[in-house]
């Protein structure tokens, strides 16, 4: 492999994010006419679709797989994959429900099950930066490994009787938004300046979009990528504790395929999975058309079976739009 | 964020502290839908209750199903569609992607509230995840019945089979058929789930109790996977050439566990009970293959879970359990439990009344 010169990698590395900026506020424009498009559709065909209840109905079902997404599009715009999500959720959410009911305080039960993702993130970040394992075989691996713990520390069982003080906690509405929809809104802004205005935000693009040419430019490539997977293990943990505090229970098999739904969210929202291309506001998007989807069909009564296909069908269009408005790179 | 989340907590307790004023309280204990005192047999239903109401106006009942990829939920459903025609009301069914989609079935569960029903009947892929849903519902005055198998803790109706008798009447097969004894195993449902849990001690335990010249030499989760099954029961077979009997806590996997008995050649050996009732299940039964089934009737079922929501809809006060029918159905009573749904409601019926 022929080294480029390291001019070349100095502008990879600092261009990357107003490049993105530009090309991605249009790329943005379009998922979000997109997610237009299909409550027009369904608004159109169900009365109650329009509903306040509703939408806030479906913010309120798309804040966890958004929360799981925005740490997984850090992880893809970094040339990788963080399959382990699902997993990871369900050992944050085991740990902090059974911290929880032992009656120990609701803040150091958050931050405990806060910390557990962060680690078991790091953890993947660790085998692929500095053990040079791809991304998909390491959180493949993890996946399971992560999944059995959980499993292992329950005895399969659920964790129930979480304490309604730490339950209310996001149950509650500010104005008319749920707190777990709040935390989503406050999470894309800080992920959105994060990747946009901050140096680890600028390695973040530089590694996923030239890895060599970072490298020579002085990026902290191994720590650039443990930074993304310890992001996305903590964000999977806070979604599975907002998931714990609505359902009341921790469960073992929570997180069963949340890395394909924070996938095509990504996806929709413009992320690529070659890296270096992606952002926040498009993941958000996306899982907001997903949940609008899964919304809109049920109030119309269409099948589970039919469901499955439309969610397909949404994924590949929005694929091909992507190819036909950005052309071949 | 660290100091919006502190905030939102802080924010969160003192509403929390306002509200807990208003909340009622909340005394319903957890439901143990096997073990829980307050119930009351499907058969008793007319005649402690006098016949089904008519339901006043139009009422549209929800139905949120685990997953129709697996026939047991489509014939729950069938049993919804019996049952509302007959009532005169409509049904409508949706379910999750499959048996692991908690979050996407829960979405479902709420957006059925959105859309105003007027009963929903729920079968929740595990324990907790439909529990937003059920507190919404309840919170918009629709009664809730909680139908097979998985058991909401907080469920104030619940509607099924005494999940730990499938597991006892399997082992009563064996104690009566197979009495000199010898090597069994289990093959699991998914682990942690209330009915493969239930389904395994009633087996367990009953052979424990009753069998003792019976030794379960394995005892391992089959997922409800024929796959699985299939790989499980080759490898303890292997390990065990001189086992006598399997069961599974489903048919799928029953079927799986029949084919690597063929493939071991030991069909005449090795007797194989599964559950539900299936309808590959039954075709295997009456070619010689399964040995037997546990049927839990889900037509039947659904049918009488439509009408308990009715009766509480129309202000009907049930005990918090209604048990449905179960039996072991082998080569030899096949035909009194298939075919016909009313000949096979009304040998239900006199069961119920032998017991």
Known sequence: ???????????????APSRFRLRLTVRDLGTLIGLVVICAVFAMLSDVFLTERNLVNILQQSSINSCVAIGMTMVIISGGIDLSVGPVAACAAVLAASLLVSGFPVLLSICAGLAVGA??????????????LQPFIVTLGTLSIFRALALI???????????????RLFASEIWIFPVPVVVVAVLVVVGSVLLARTPLGEYIFAVGGNEEAARISGVPIARTKIAAYAMSGFLAALAAIILVARLGAAEPTLGNLWELEAIAASAIGGASLMGGKGSIVGTILGAIVLGAMRNGLTLLNVQAFYQLLATGVIIILAMLIDRLTRGRE | MKVKFVKSAIMGVSLASLLALAAHADALKPLNSDTEPDRIDWSQLDAKFGPLPKAEGKLKVGAVAKALN???WRSLGQGYANEAKAAGVTVDLQAGQGEADQLGQLAIAENMITKG????????QTDANLTPAVEAAEKAGVPVVNVNDAVIPGAKNYVGNVQKDNGVRAARWFIKNRPAGGKVAVVEGMAGVYAAVQRTAGFKETLAKEGPGFTVVASVPGNWDRQLSYDVATNIIQKNPDIVGFYANNDGMALGIVEAVKAAGKLKDIAVIGTDGISDAYKSIKDGELIATV?????????VALETALRLKAGQKLPRVVATPQALVTKDNVDRYTGDEAKVRKNLMEDAAAK
Do not use: K, W
């Open chain 1, 1 to 15: 492999m022929t080294t480029p010169p390291s001019s070349a990698g100095a502008q990879t590395a600092s261009e």
């Open chain 1, 119 to 132: 680690i078991c993130g790091a953890f993947n970040g660790v085998l692929i930066a500095y053990a040079g």
């Open chain 1, 153 to 167: 520390y329950t005895g399969g069982n659920p964790i129930l009787g979480v304490p309604t003080e730490f339950r």
């Open chain 2, 70 to 72: 697996n026939e047991y």
């Open chain 2, 117 to 124: 029903y007027n009963i929903l009947l729920v079968s929740p």
């Open chain 2, 295 to 303: 049927d839990s009737f889900p037509v039947l079922t659904g049918e």
